[in-house]
């Protein structure tokens, strides 16, 4: 598999559009389509709903938030278990597709690459541990082992029913975990490592599956750990945590020798404005200027990582106005020509 290529755009998750066409348009104009959640047009396209809609006993609020309702799960419970293994041991995972109520985009996205031929599409899909952390019972509750464990399967199944589906379209599947939940994750807990361990074994089977995997945290986390769960991108919002990433200099270096990339959330995404492409691009080479001030063994290295990255918006776009996400994505655009003309005079 060759990697992507390097300074190449792409989106993270949501966008505030309700007309699939507008969405669509948008995703299309970045060198890697992605597909995304429109959770303004259904609030069935929230993350953690998009991710467990189907699953017996789930149910979710105008907000996205989910909970479980234990009975109903009890009841459906075998008959789900059922579904889910066969799709996950005769290898044919497309009863688990997202719905056309979980994710809109989702059939005109695949036709669009198809008719394009697209080398690569990108989708994306809450991460196991945010939804475990996250989940509820009605009453408030811990949800328990057996459910938990049937979400980390529900994700894997639908993980590659949606990287299935591209790859019918003749295009490389990427796929994006979303868990910034990962901020909470503590070497100290034996229930954290566990979960852990179980996140990369889910990575580990797509992987065998064909399949690219990133994971995507917008929050701050223990990046050694991160890195050592083996994915092949690991994005980040930039702004936030590229200086504690590079802290974990010996597992960043580790990650590119072994072919990994980084996917850098170069262009902000909060409600209170971006900047200018000028200002943004000025605050990120101020960034690189410190690794030559802290990291002058490692500045080359750390500066061949970067020029081989991914660039993206920091985080999904859904709380944004319409305006504000095709500006984002201008801005994005704006940035890799800077970029690259930034790295082609230093070489």
Not at 27 to 51: C, G, N, T, W
Not at 188 to 212: D, R, S, Y
């Amino acid at each position: 598999m060759s990697e992507v290529r390097p300074l190449s755009t792409t989106g993270i998750g949501s966008l505030p559009h309700t007309s699939v066409e507008e969405a669509l348009h948008l995703a299309f104009r970045l060198d890697i389509p992605y597909v995304p959640q429109l959770p303004k047009k259904s609030h069935k396209e929230f993350m953690l709903a998009h991710a467990l809609d189907g699953m017996p006993g789930i149910q979710f609020d105008s907000q996205g938030m989910v909970t479980v309702d234990m009975p109903e799960w009890r009841k459906g419970y075998l008959k789900y278990a059922e579904r889910l293994h066969v799709a996950l041991e005769n290898g044919d995972a497309s009863d688990f597709l997202p719905s056309e109520n979980s994710q809109c985009v989702l059939k005109p996205f695949l036709a669009k690459i198809k008719e394009d031929q697209k080398e690569r599409a990108k989708v994306q899909i809450a991460g196991p541990m945010t939804l475990q952390w996250s989940l509820r019972t009605t009453e408030g509750k811990f949800p328990p082992p057996p459910l938990m464990a049937q979400v980390s399967r529900t994700v894997l199944a639908k993980s590659l029913a949606l990287c299935q589906a591209i790859k019918s379209t003749g295009s490389q599947p990427i796929i994006f975990l979303d868990e910034p939940g990962l901020y909470a994750f503590s070497s100290q807990q034996p229930n954290h490592l566990m979960m852990m361990q179980e996140l990369k074994i889910l990575i580990l089977t797509l992987q065998k599956a064909g399949v690219e995997v990133g994971i995507h945290c917008c929050s701050d986390a223990d990046w050694s750990a991160v890195i050592d769960l083996g994915v092949d991108i690991l994005a980040i919002d930039a702004h936030l945590s590229l200086p504690s990433l590079l802290r974990s200099s010996e597992a960043l270096v580790r990650f590119s020798s072994l072919g990994g990339q980084l996917a850098l959330g170069v262009i902000p995404t909060h409600r209170d404005g971006a900047g200018t492409v000028s200002e943004i691009f000025d605050h990120f080479e101020e960034r690189i200027r410190t690794l030559e001030k802290y990291f002058r063994t490692r500045a080359a290295t750390f500066e061949r990582i970067l020029s081989r990255s991914l660039l993206t918006p920091a985080c999904g776009m859904a709380l944004l106005s319409s305006q504000r996400a095709i500006r984002t994505h201008a801005q994005l655009s704006a940035f890799q020509s800077t970029y690259r003309s930034f790295h082609a005079s230093r070489s």
